[in-house]
């Protein structure tokens, strides 16, 4: 078990440009989750996955992001025409079963600065 | 709304004191749960400890123990014998049935800095 890895650890990226992130989840788990976390607040909520279905997305989640899981294995993450307010820490977690004491296994995060 | 409030932005304590981090949270369900994650530099969410709303006993786990107070809808972490390697951003949790456990509600954090 090597834990949630994601790829690539910083992104530095010119306005306008689309970005892509990974997320390897831990293998046997089902749920995968993305938060963003900006600069002196906690990680918010954007999207859940369930195997490969995206069962919920945050309204945080603007029409140039989108997420994909397919096979239900790892995920991406793409923002298209990226803009500064694009600029936090992308967290992917992942977690094995289904309640209110499910523990979350976080990743180490992709850092994006738009310049 | 569902909000965590977390007051202290930072702490400091002595190496080897306990330090009482802050966590209050505003929800109307009844049942649900809060967690306490701690972040390093290196930026990973590391798992501390969990409570129920319908534990009836407070949690430890090792060093850390949360004082749960339900009525005026606290969960402060206790960090005993402080120790460098605590020097970290600590963030308070809730994760709700409402939408079926899908996600976990966080606080700002409060950063923690433990000096020799």
């Known amino acids: 078990d090597t834990g949630v890895s994601q790829d690539p650890r910083h992104k530095i990226t010119k306005r306008g440009q689309n970005v892509t992130f990974r997320c390897d989840p831990i293998s046997e788990h089902n749920r995968l989750y993305w938060y963003r976390q900006t600069l002196g607040q906690g990680p918010e909520f954007l999207t859940y996955f369930q195997n490969e279905a995206q069962l919920e997305k945050s309204r945080l989640l603007s029409d140039r992001f989108s997420a994909e899981r397919p096979k239900g294995s790892f995920s991406t993450l793409e923002i298209q025409r990226t803009e500064q307010g694009d600029s936090a820490m992308y967290l992917c977690?992942?977690?094995?079963?289904?309640?209110?004491?499910?523990?979350?296994?976080f990743g180490q995060g992709t850092r994006l600065t738009v310049v | 709304a569902q909000k965590i409030t977390q007051t202290q932005p930072g702490m400091f304590v002595q190496e080897k004191e306990a330090v009482t981090l802050d966590c209050t949270y505003d929800t109307s369900d009844q049942s649900y749960g809060l967690f306490w994650y701690k972040q390093p530099s290196s930026g990973e969410m590391i798992f501390l400890i969990y409570?129920?709303?319908?534990?009836?006993q407070n949690a430890t786990e090792g060093r850390y123990s949360l004082n749960f107070q339900k009525a005026r809808k606290s969960a402060n972490l206790v960090i005993s014998a402080s120790q460098l390697g605590d020097s970290a951003m600590y963030f308070c949790a809730m994760r709700r049935p409402s939408g079926g456990y899908n996600k976990l509600i966080f606080g700002a954090g409060t950063r923690l800095a433990v000096h020799p």
């Open positions: 409570q129920g709303s319908y534990d009836e």
């Open positions: 977690a992942s977690s094995l079963s289904h309640g209110l004491n499910t523990e979350a296994f």
